[in-house]
């Protein structure tokens, strides 16, 4: 699976924020506006708060992958 990658640090900034454990289904809006990765298969996308996830572009699954759920990985003030 894919991970977010970045440069400079000093862009960055920890956070221990309830928003990074929070699953989003599909067809629910995107609670916060950031970069989101799929729990089954590692894709990522970019979404507005919101707006509703997943895009129409995104991978079907596999059986093993189970159900499309988003998590938030990167947000921002």
Same mark, same amino acid.
């Given at each position: 699976?894919? @991970?977010? =990658?970045?440069?400079h640090? #000093?862009?960055l900034?920890?956070? @221990?924020?309830?928003?990074?454990d929070?699953i #989003? $289904?599909? /067809?629910?809006?995107?609670p916060?506006? !950031?970069?989101?990765? +799929?729990? !089954? +298969? !590692?894709?990522? =996308?970019?979404? #507005?708060?919101?707006?509703? *996830? &997943? $895009?129409?572009n995104? &991978?079907?699954?596999s #059986?093993?992958? !189970?159900? =499309?759920?988003?998590? *938030? =990985?990167? /947000?921002?003030d």
């Amino acid at each position: 699976m894919a @991970n977010a =990658i970045y440069k400079h640090t #000093t862009h960055l900034e920890q956070s @221990n924020s309830d928003a990074f454990d929070t699953i #989003t $289904p599909v /067809g629910h809006s995107a609670p916060y506006s !950031g970069i989101y990765r +799929c729990k !089954g +298969c !590692g894709h990522m =996308i970019s979404s #507005t708060k919101g707006h509703t *996830l &997943p $895009p129409q572009n995104h &991978p079907q699954h596999s #059986t093993a992958q !189970g159900q =499309i759920r988003w998590q *938030l =990985i990167v /947000g921002h003030d």
